[in-house]
């Protein structure tokens, strides 16, 4: 065997583990074999991974030890370390003594080599005769070796100590002679030789399928083999389909550029001659200004004659001027928006140019004055072409931002209806003033920043003021507020109503006790019309009396009854659209009247127990605080029942026995009642907050009767029994 040859031999029968020749080499379930002593060093615990394959082994009871020895792989390299010696790579020494004498000849029978005294008595034994002794220089000198082929040595009983000649077929394991008639006596057995002529059949039959299934992984191989050719190739078309389509495609783009800068140039250019023609009527009109003022500082340094001369021609000049100078636009008529809109289609990725929304003429929808606290508000941007037409597309950058008076910012989000017009959302988290800003393409819209109050019921502890007229005010009911921040309270036991400022100064004082026209007897509640003029509820006088807002008597409607048009202890009152909602409390309904008093309508006499207050929300339906059934009832304004909401107790979010109520512009209700606290709902009646207790102190309650709010949305909050009006500010 030749250098490369044994090199090769070695590398093949080399364990994967310690990359030498294997050593007692092992089997795996999985059919990878490694030396018994890697084997060992691999195991933890009681498994071993594979290196080549991964697959988990579980390690026999006995060890590793137990795992099938690799006989086949044993007989190569006893095989291979023959030849090794054969071709003088390795020291031999003879086999048949412990002599140190130089070896001259190998026994293929015996597999062994012999020194010159052992090679004598070799051939001189019997039991030798007929062995093929071959001299090692004749070995050496043969280049051929394939015929030098080590034997398989038999293994040893480890009962007996002798060699394993048989097969127990029972039992599926080699034996000596002794364990034949022993530890197997009875079995199945016979001499290795001929149970392996009768095995050797049936393996080959077992593993005959083999050759197919070689022939079969084969053919499938290269079927895949020739599939990967295939995807390579058609991989190459593609990339020369694909090189092909985008050069096109980049060929179009081009073109396209060209035909939007074209576009760009040509809006630019309108723009540009649209505020052209702006400046030059801007710049004549302030040249002839500029003339009419030095014309004007001439006069005054000349004659007297000279002034009377020019006097008609300077008022005409100036009047002209005047008109002139109303009709100069003073914003630019033309904005700087200009955007691109990408192609939402992947490809091709064209773009649309537009001069896009113009922000001097947009405008924003369902914009309110004041919100909540913590509450999500939606406002609708309508937007507009430089020609003052609605846009039909979307895809402006619309920007939403809200500024609190301390500098907090919180940014809104923006949904596009793509069809010109946006939502945006936002939420007030700071109370207080804030400033609203809303831009489209960077510049802002027309009008913004928008002024919004951000209100924060949950704040409310202490009142910002009391009023009580320094003393002598005496047991307020209802508040109400008109218009310019006149506001007024009628007192239940002074019998008149107390007419104040915007400031929250007394201006005058209306009625006194009696039933004659002007007079009243136990005042309760009260509410203004659009007018301006204050409806008072007279309530021991059964009535309601009409007043202007400086205290003239107007007309008076009602009367002691229960039939139509007549009262019975009238307590609350409110106004809507030209009629007058009266709380017919001991007639246990709500009686309507036109504001000229003329009767319409009564009803809840089927719900209602006793009614105390009324109001109007922001769904255009009545609300009525049920003062019997501790609860809010709903009605639509032409009197059919909606619902109610509320139950007795002095929870949060349950009412005893509700006095007065009212709502602010964003829907929310509030409920004062026997609880001596005021508590706030949402446009649904969901419970969120109440402020108040039960006693004299500022921010405690003794009979909170009336509730109104401000046009700046501060609540008033009339405090019977204390003898006062609490106003407090919700930011």
């Not at 093929?132 to 034997?151: F, H, M």
Request: aromatic content about 8%; overall charge neutral; some cysteine.
């Amino acid at each position: 065997m030749s250098a490369v040859e044994v090199k090769k031999a070695q590398n093949n029968l080399s364990c994967p583990v310690c990359y030498q020749l294997f050593n007692n080499p092992k089997y795996l379930p999985c059919y990878h074999s490694y030396c018994e002593g890697c084997l060992e060093k691999m195991q933890v615990q009681s498994k071993i991974i594979c290196p080549e394959c991964r697959k988990e082994a579980k390690v026999p009871a006995g060890g590793v030890k137990e795992f099938a020895t690799n006989f086949f792989i044993n007989r190569l390299v006893d095989d291979l370390i023959l030849k090794k010696k054969v071709a003088g790579e390795e020291k031999v020494n003879c086999d048949d003594c412990d002599e140190d004498d130089p070896v001259v000849s190998f026994c293929p029978d015996c597999n062994s080599f012999l020194c010159s005294v052992c090679n004598d008595s070799h051939n001189r034994q019997k039991r030798f005769r007929g062995h093929g002794v071959v001299p090692l220089t004749e070995l050496r000198s043969n280049k051929d070796t394939s015929a030098i082929q080590a034997k398989a040595a038999i293994p040893l009983c480890k009962d007996h100590d002798e060699q394993l000649k048989y097969y127990c077929e029972t039992c599926d394991e080699l034996v000596c002679v002794y364990c034949t008639v022993k530890k197997h006596n009875g079995h199945n057995h016979d001499s290795m030789k001929n149970m392996a002529s009768k095995h050797r059949s049936q393996l080959k039959k077992v593993t005959t399928p083999i050759v197919g299934m070689i022939q079969d992984l084969s053919d499938v191989h290269d079927n895949i083999d020739k599939m990967v050719k295939k995807i390579r190739k058609q991989g190459d078309e593609v990339n020369k389909q694909v090189d092909q389509h985008y050069d096109e495609l980049v060929e179009k783009l081009m073109k396209q550029k060209d035909q939007v800068k074209q576009q760009v140039r040509d809006t630019v250019s309108q723009k540009e001659k649209a505020l052209t023609t702006q400046l030059d009527e801007v710049d004549s009109t302030q040249a002839e200004l500029v003339s009419m003022k030095e014309l004007n500082d001439a006069l005054e340094k000349s004659s007297d004659q000279e002034a009377l001369s020019a006097k008609t021609q300077v008022i005409d000049g100036m009047q002209q001027l005047t008109e002139k100078y109303k009709k100069v636009n003073k914003h630019p008529v033309q904005s700087a928006s200009m955007e691109i809109t990408a192609n939402k289609d992947p490809f091709p990725q064209f773009v649309s140019f537009s001069a896009n929304a113009d922000h001097c003429s947009s405008e924003v929808a369902n914009l309110p004055q004041s919100i909540i606290v913590g509450k999500k508000v939606e406002v609708t941007i309508i937007t507009k072409d430089n020609n003052g037409d609605h846009c039909s597309t979307g895809g402006h950058k619309v920007f939403v931002q809200l500024k609190s008076f301390t500098g907090n910012v919180t940014v809104g989000e923006v949904r596009d209806n793509n069809d010109g017009s946006y939502v945006a959302s936002f939420v007030g988290e700071h109370g207080g003033e804030a400033k609203l800003h809303m831009s489209i393409n960077g510049q802002e819209i027309k009008g913004s920043p928008y002024s919004i109050v951000v209100r924060n019921y949950q704040a409310l502890n202490l009142p910002n003021k009391i009023v009580n007229n320094n003393g002598s005010m005496g047991q307020p009911w209802g508040v109400a507020f008109g218009r310019n921040g006149v506001w007024a309270v009628a007192d239940y036991s002074n019998h008149c109503v107390y007419v104040f400022d915007g400031q929250d100064k007394l201006v005058r004082k209306v009625g006194n006790s009696g039933s004659s026209s002007s007079q009243f007897r136990n005042p309760m509640g009260i509410a203004f019309d659009n007018d301006n003029h204050f409806y008072v509820v007279d309530c021991s006088n059964h009535r309601v009396q009409k007043f202007d807002v400086n205290g003239n008597y107007l007309l008076q409607f009602g009367g002691h009854g229960s039939g139509d048009g007549q009262l019975q202890s009238p307590y609350g009152i409110t106004t809507h659209n030209g009629r007058v909602y009266v709380a017919d409390t001991n007639n246990h309904r709500i009686s309507v009247f036109q504001h000229n008093g003329q009767f319409c309508i009564s009803f809840g006499s089927d719900q209602l127990g006793g009614p105390w207050d009324v109001a109007v929300n922001v769904n255009n339906q009545l609300l009525v605080a049920d003062f019997s059934h501790h609860c809010i009832v709903t009605f639509t304004l032409d009197g059919h029942y909606v619902g109610k909401f509320g139950t007795q107790g002095s929870n949060r979010g349950q009412l005893n026995s509700p006095y007065s109520l009212a709502t602010d512009v964003n829907g929310f209700i509030l409920v004062s009642d026997g609880n001596q606290r005021v508590s706030v709902f949402d446009h649904v009646g969901n419970f969120i907050h109440y402020f108040g207790s039960c006693g004299s102190a500022n921010g405690q309650f003794s009979g909170p009767v009336g509730i109104a709010l401000s046009p700046n949305g501060s609540i008033y909050v009339s405090d019977l029994n204390n003898k006062r009006i609490q106003i407090f500010t919700n930011y």
